[in-house]
C-alpha cells in the first residue's frame, strides 16, 4: 500500500472514531432512542451527507457502537480472567465485572440489551458483522473460564456444553443486572436491597455450576 493510500484509509478510520466519538457522548447523555443523525453529524462536525458516507442509517451507526461497547466489555471479561483463581471464581469474577461494566456504562449497557434482541449479519465487513465478533470474543472469554473450572476441577464435569453453559449464564447475568437497575424501587418495596439481590443471584448462578465437594 502507497503513502497517499495509508494515509487515506487512517484518516477515514480516525473519523469513524470521530463519529462514533460524538454517538457515545450523545447516547450517554439523551439515550439512543432521543439521537438524531443530525445531532451526531453537528456533534462530529461533519455534513451529514459524509455521515451517510460512513454509516447508511441509525441502525447502522448503533451496530458501529455495538462493536466498541462488546470490545469494551471484553477487556473487562479478560482483566476478570487475570485475576486467577479456580475457573468457578473466575466465571463469578466475570458475572461481577458486567455488574461493574453496566454502572460505570450504562449507555454500553443499553446497547448490549439492544444487540441481544436482533440477529445479526456475519458478515465481518459490515458494522453488523463487527458486532457480532465482539459479542463472540466476550462470550469467548467465559467458555474459557468454565473450561478451566472443568479441567481443575471446580466446576461439575457434567455441565455439558461450555459454550451452551456460557451463553445460558450471559443471559441470567444480564436478566439479574437488568431487574437491578430498572427495579430498584420495587425490589425495595419486597424489603430486598439491590446488593442483596445481586449477591445472592449470583451466588445462586454459581453453586448451580459447582462441583459436588467430596467428604
Not at 457515545?24 to 459524509?50: F, N
Not at 461497547?69 to 469474577?93: H, I, K, M, P, S
Not at 465487513?125 to 481443575?152: F, H, K, L, M, Y
Not at 445460558?168 to 442483596?196: C, E, Y
Request: charged share 25%; glycine share 8%.
Amino acid at each position: 500500500m502507497s503513502y497517499i493510500a495509508e494515509r487515506r484509509v487512517e484518516e477515514k478510520e480516525r473519523r469513524r472514531g470521530e463519529i462514533l466519538d460524538a454517538a457515545v457522548g450523545l447516547y450517554a447523555e439523551k439515550g439512543w432512542d432521543a439521537v438524531t443523525m443530525d445531532q451526531v453529524a453537528r456533534s462530529a462536525r461533519l455534513s451529514r451527507a459524509l455521515l451517510y458516507v460512513y454509516f447508511r442509517d441509525k441502525e447502522e451507526l448503533l451496530y458501529g457502537i455495538g462493536a466498541r461497547a462488546l470490545a469494551v466489555l471484553r477487556d473487562y471479561f479478560v482483566a476478570a480472567l487475570g485475576r486467577g483463581g479456580t475457573g468457578r471464581e473466575q466465571v463469578e469474577a466475570i458475572g461481577r465485572a458486567y455488574m461493574a461494566y453496566a454502572q460505570q456504562f450504562p449507555h454500553y449497557f443499553d446497547v448490549c440489551a439492544r444487540f441481544q434482541a436482533h440477529s445479526v449479519s456475519p458478515d465481518p465487513g459490515s458494522n453488523e458483522g463487527a458486532c457480532a465478533t465482539a459479542g463472540d470474543q466476550a462470550i469467548g472469554v467465559v467458555v474459557a473460564a468454565i473450561r478451566t473450572g472443568v479441567a481443575d476441577g471446580s466446576i461439575r464435569p457434567d455441565i455439558g456444553d461450555p459454550m451452551l453453559l456460557a451463553v445460558s449464564l450471559w443471559a441470567f447475568t444480564h436478566g439479574i443486572i437488568q431487574l437491578a437497575m430498572a427495579k430498584a424501587r420495587d425490589l425495595n418495596r419486597l424489603q430486598i436491597s439491590v446488593p442483596d439481590f445481586s449477591e445472592y443471584a449470583f451466588g445462586l448462578l454459581t453453586s448451580m455450576t459447582a462441583a459436588p465437594k467430596h467428604s
